[in-house]
């Protein structure tokens, strides 16, 4: 049983930055990737970033690529995302999520942490 919990939501405009992080507690051991997810009102939810647990390597959404970055720091179980020149289309709940294997299941989800992108 893995247990997540985001923080670092806000509201910002246009050009700001925010950053993300998410506290993993339980059996930690047993995830292999971790990433964010985010949903806007009215669409479905979509992949932002994962990272491998093991090794380290990022992989991004076209969306985010050059602004966003995943990182996590294994010792704290923790996982954060860096999102820089903010877009009021990145306005959504961001959640954190976790797989035991390789994105097949994303067995375990945190609740979400809104993040609001004014104009």
């Known amino acids: 049983q893995v247990q997540l919990v985001e923080s670092g939501g806000g509201s910002v405009q246009a050009g700001g930055s925010l950053r993300l992080s998410c506290a993993a507690s339980?059996?930690?051991?047993?995830?292999?990737?971790m990433g964010w997810f985010r949903q806007a009102p009215g669409k479905e939810r979509e992949g932002v970033a994962a990272?491998?647990?093991?090794?380290?390597?990022?992989y991004y959404d076209d969306s985010v690529k050059g602004r966003f970055t995943i990182s996590q720091d294994n010792a704290k179980n923790t996982l954060d995302l860096r999102m820089n020149s903010l877009k009021p289309e990145d306005t959504a709940m961001y959640y954190c999520?976790?797989?035991?294997?390789?994105?097949?299941?994303?067995?375990?989800w945190g609740r979400g942490t809104q993040v609001t992108v004014s104009s």
């Open positions: 990272i491998y647990t093991n090794s380290g390597t990022p």
């Open positions: 339980g059996s930690t051991d047993s995830i292999r990737l």
């Open positions: 999520a976790a797989d035991r294997r390789c994105g097949t299941s994303w067995n375990y």
